[in-house]
């Protein structure tokens, strides 16, 4: 029975060139954030705002149109979440 002798394998290694900055490639997977509070409808965050007010009047909005989604705001600073509510007395 006769054997094959198999070749080495070499290695190669490639590195980035230092001169290149390395950029992050932006996919619909992840998009990037451009405030701290994030808009979430039914546990999908849909957009971010730099002030809770903000994010919650566009939550509001979504809310009023469609009371039977989770509407919430996340503070991706404080790990926080608030749902929001239609309030009472408001007509939907």
């Known amino acids: 029975m006769a054997t094959t002798r198999r070749r080495e394998s070499k290695t190669m290694t490639l590195t980035p ?53 989770h509407v919430a705001v996340y503070d991706g600073v404080d790990g926080v979440t608030k749902a929001i509510e239609i309030p009472t007395g408001a007509n939907p």
């Open 17 to 69: 060139d230092p001169e290149e900055p390395v950029e992050d490639v932006v996919t619909q997977r992840k998009r990037p954030d451009s405030g701290r509070f994030r808009l979430q409808v039914d546990r999908q965050t849909k957009e971010s705002y730099a002030t809770y007010e903000t994010a919650e009047a566009a939550g509001l909005t979504i809310k009023k149109a469609y009371p039977i989604l």
